[in-house]
């Protein structure tokens, strides 16, 4: 037969597993919102690095646009005005243009670089987020079962330490 102490240290060992149980699946819940929000801001990151690429490539084909017709009305009225050597104008205004030309890639291809790395950063702010949630251990139903046992054999023990001597001898004998 148990005694009141023992029945109660069961309860509360059945009590703090239940607890920590309920607190492990908290986190779980708490871990699987931050890797959603992790996964949010990462999308979101890479989202506003690939509308900057598209202004960009639209920036860069406006301004060799922009370039290019300004180079052609430049020959037009070079050409227009008779002011020498046809060939020689073409040539003078056709090495402004590629050195414009060549500003203008090389500013986008900053551009690019930049983008890339912000992609690169992006990754790296998503991995440190992923690497600070921290795991979550289940109570061990084992542990519980171990501990019960343990508490019943210990009131057991007791109670047998408290029935009279006399008593168990003679019930023996019969």
């Known amino acids: 037969m148990c005694?009141?102490?023992?029945?109660?240290?069961?309860?509360?060992?059945?009590?703090?597993?239940?607890?920590?149980?309920a607190v492990a699946k908290g986190k779980k819940?708490?871990?699987?919102?931050?890797?959603?929000s992790s996964d949010k801001a990462y999308l979101n990151d890479i989202s506003k690095i690939d509308k900057d690429a598209v202004l960009a490539t639209r920036e860069k084909k406006a301004e060799d646009f922009r370039l290019s017709q300004e180079e052609n009305?430049?020959?037009?009225?070079?050409?227009?005005?008779?002011?020498?050597?046809?060939?020689?104008i073409m040539q003078d205004i056709g090495g402004g243009y590629d050195m414009q030309f060549l500003d203008v890639s090389r500013d986008f291809e900053t551009d690019v670089l930049n983008l890339v790395s912000q992609e690169s950063e992006a990754y790296g702010a998503q991995e440190r987020?992923?690497?600070?949630?921290?795991?979550?251990?289940?109570?061990?139903?084992?542990?519980?079962?171990?501990?019960?046992?343990?508490?019943?054999?210990?009131?057991?023990?007791k109670?047998?330490?408290?029935?009279?001597?006399?008593?168990?001898?003679?019930?023996?004998?019969?």
Do not use: C, F
């Not at 819940?29 to 959603?36: F, I, M, V, W």
């Not at 008779?82 to 020689?88: I, M, R």
């Open 73 to 88: 009305a430049k020959k037009a009225e070079a050409l227009n005005t008779n002011a020498g050597n046809g060939l020689k």
């Open 29 to 36: 819940l708490a871990n699987a919102q931050t890797r959603k």
């Open 129 to 157: 987020r992923y690497n600070s949630i921290k795991p979550v251990t289940m109570p061990s139903k084992t542990g519980l079962y171990l501990q019960v046992a343990t508490i019943g054999a210990e009131g057991w023990q």
């Open 159 to 174: 109670s047998q330490s408290n029935t009279d001597p006399d008593i168990t001898s003679t019930e023996g004998s019969h």
């Open 3 to 21: 005694d009141v102490v023992t029945a109660l240290k069961v309860g509360m060992a059945v009590q703090n597993y239940r607890s920590a149980k």
